[in-house]
């Protein structure tokens, strides 16, 4: 829920209400319910609210607690707000909501900064407490938090167009750069593409006082080792945490919830485990397009099995191909980041159209990654080499080779890839390659690719997506699953293997689907044309970040310049352009 924004000034000079108004337009559609603007001289916070729990003016933020001189913004839901309500108040304390936003308040007064390890749920929040900023995002990045930090100020807000609007340095940070061309689209945290936009790292803490020094502090970090199950009680705990993990994020709730229904195992079974822990009228929504030659736009055939066998009450939407381009430009405006995954903008509308019926969704994201799910994990495996050149092959964009031959010689400032790459897989506590692959993954590049995008796209429309998959003591759990076990079947073993008699067979055992776009995935006619005007462009030439002679040899031949996870290089470059376009550009 929500878009916050704010800033804490070191200059000794008042924040100038102008700047929090600025950066409250920019995040307006995160929270279209109520706005609230709060003020102290050098500190200063703005909050847009989707109203999701407590939708009385009690829950209105910035929250300020006048007994214990608190201030609080926060973006997310806290799970387990209801029993660390009773545990609080068993402490002493007084609440004058019934929100979540308030529990943290109080947590933090309690326990300080370690209020974060006992907060269940996704968020990015920010605590003024007369001396401090206190800053804190949950421990899998579900919630963004992004940051502009100079010798006058430390300014903050759920997305970086908010930042842009009050002045940064919009110059090409050449780290994010090459990890943005090779890691499809995945920057990892603290970097951005844009040298004066930095993000919180997840499971991250900032303590900031007012003469600008920051203590930085990670909560949480996950093992990725064997526990000493056997078999059938890795399935058994994967099941148990499973429903937990949804039966939570419905009851944390004071508005109905739906599910974005794919037609994939991922969000059929999380229907199915809705309908298990006995949830009525459950509602889902599905979208497709039209077919292009004999590729099929929709997921449909299984979707529609998943409703009537579960009697959901289901809306389904076909957007033509011809939408997809024209409403290109509104999703692009909306990604805080430049993001590939062609399904950013089918994300978009349908969120567009789920709003008008729910405030809530429950999404798969994270499934493949905590079990196993995407091809390339096998390859992996099976692939010689340094861990880095396992893991590459079958995963990086582009050579950095190549890298070198695309942009300009100013950005030839290393392989930070490799660099980031070594750092996650030297980190301790892994029993195997495998292991050290699933944890980067689930932990690290998951946060910046598919779980960025759908929270972007669905809060554009006031709509807050949560992912039970990404829940801390399933991702926890999944970890120390061998991986051969989760690998069984081509992956997703224990998903598949709580799903069987639960969901049909055809929707257990069909091939992995992406969310079809045929319109986006053929680099060829009107959306090759619209890569090549923008990458002609007088302001990407003028912009120095391209090799043009390089760009022409992969305009001209685009279906030789694809990935090794089947995705076109040529758009990578067209997205990031346009992005800077849209967003930067002005």
């Known amino acids: 829920m929500c878009g916050i924004c704010g800033q804490l000034r070191f200059d000794n000079q008042a924040v100038e209400s102008k700047?929090?108004?600025?950066?409250?337009?920019?995040?307006?559609?995160?929270?279209?319910?109520?706005?609230?603007i709060w003020s102290d001289r050098m500190v200063g916070f703005g909050h847009r609210r989707l109203s999701i729990i407590d939708l009385s003016n009690y829950a209105h933020q910035p929250m300020v607690d006048e007994m214990l001189n608190l201030t609080l913004v926060f973006n997310g839901t806290i799970y387990n707000y209801?029993?660390?309500?009773?545990?609080?108040?068993?402490?002493?304390?007084?609440?004058?909501?019934?929100?979540?936003?308030?529990?943290?308040?109080?947590?933090?007064?309690?326990?300080?900064?370690?209020?974060?390890?006992?907060?269940?749920?996704?968020?990015?929040?920010?605590?003024?407490?007369?001396t401090h900023l206190f800053v804190a995002r949950d421990r899998m990045g579900i919630k963004p938090l992004y940051f502009n930090l100079t010798d006058e100020a430390f300014s903050f807000a759920s997305n970086t167009q908010a930042l842009i609007a009050i002045g940064v340095d919009s110059g090409i940070n050449s780290v994010a750069l090459q990890q943005q061309l090779s890691l499809h689209g995945v920057v990892p945290a603290p970097n951005t593409i844009l040298n004066g936009v930095h993000k919180i790292k997840p499971a991250t803490t900032l303590m900031i006082d007012a003469q600008g020094k920051i203590t930085e502090k990670i909560y949480w970090q996950p093992k990725a080792q064997r526990t000493g199950l056997n078999n059938e009680e890795y399935l058994e705990k994967t099941h148990?945490?499973?429903?937990?993990?949804?039966?939570?994020?419905?009851?944390?709730?004071?508005?109905?919830?739906?599910?974005?229904?794919?037609?994939?195992?991922?969000?059929?079974?999380?229907?199915?485990?809705?309908?298990?822990?006995?949830?009525?009228?459950?509602?889902?929504?599905s979208i497709g397009f039209e077919d292009i030659g004999g590729e099929a736009g929709s997921e449909f055939e299984y979707?529609?099995?998943?409703?009537?066998?579960?009697?959901?009450?289901?809306?389904?939407?076909?957007?033509?191909?011809?939408?997809?381009?024209?409403?290109?430009?509104?999703?692009?405006?909306?990604?805080?980041?430049?993001?590939?995954?062609?399904?950013?903008?089918?994300?978009?509308?349908?969120?567009?159209?789920?709003?008008?019926?729910?405030?809530?969704?429950l999404s798969g994201q994270g499934a493949d990654e905590a079990f196993a799910g995407y091809f390339w994990y096998a390859r992996m495996q099976k692939e010689l080499g340094s861990e880095f050149e396992r893991f590459a092959k079958h995963y990086i964009d582009r050579s950095y080779e190549e890298y070198l031959q695309t942009v300009n010689a100013q950005y030839h400032t290393g392989n930070h890839t490799q660099e980031w790459l070594n750092k996650e897989f030297d980190k301790a506590n892994a029993d195997e390659f495998m292991d050290k692959v699933f944890r980067t993954d689930i932990t690290r590049l998951v946060v910046d690719d598919p779980v960025k995008r759908v929270d972007n796209m669905t809060m554009a429309w006031g709509l807050e997506a949560r992912v039970p998959f990404m829940d801390t003591a399933l991702v926890e759990h999944a970890l120390c699953i061998p991986p051969s076990l989760k690998m069984s079947e081509e992956g997703k073993y224990p998903l598949k293997q709580i799903s069987r008699g639960l969901l049909p067979d055809s929707v257990i055992d069909r091939k992995k689907g992406y969310f079809p776009m045929p319109a986006l995935k053929y680099v060829r006619g009107e959306f090759l044309e619209f890569m090549s005007d923008i990458l002609n462009s007088s302001r990407c030439i003028n912009r120095g970040v391209y090799n043009q002679n390089f760009v022409q040899k992969v305009i001209n031949q685009p279906e030789q310049y694809m990935t090794a996870l089947n995705g076109s290089r040529l758009w990578h470059l067209a997205l990031l352009e346009y992005w800077l376009q849209e967003n930067v550009d002005g």
């Open 240 to 285: 148990d945490l499973l429903i937990k993990a949804v039966d939570k994020r419905m009851l944390a709730a004071d508005v109905p919830i739906g599910v974005l229904l794919s037609g994939g195992l991922d969000s059929s079974l999380l229907v199915g485990l809705l309908s298990e822990a006995g949830h009525q009228d459950i509602r889902t929504f």
């Open 82 to 130: 209801q029993s660390l309500r009773k545990d609080l108040i068993q402490h002493g304390y007084h609440f004058f909501s019934t929100s979540d936003t308030e529990v943290i308040l109080k947590a933090y007064h309690h326990w300080g900064e370690d209020c974060v390890k006992h907060l269940d749920g996704m968020f990015a929040f920010c605590i003024w407490n007369g």
């Open 19 to 36: 700047n929090l108004e600025v950066m409250m337009q920019k995040i307006a559609r995160r929270g279209p319910d109520d706005e609230g």
């Open 303 to 361: 979707s529609d099995q998943i409703v009537r066998r579960f009697n959901t009450k289901h809306e389904k939407y076909v957007v033509s191909n011809r939408q997809v381009l024209p409403r290109l430009g509104e999703a692009v405006s909306n990604m805080a980041e430049p993001m590939v995954g062609q399904d950013a903008v089918a994300f978009y509308l349908l969120s567009e159209q789920v709003s008008k019926h729910i405030k809530v969704v």
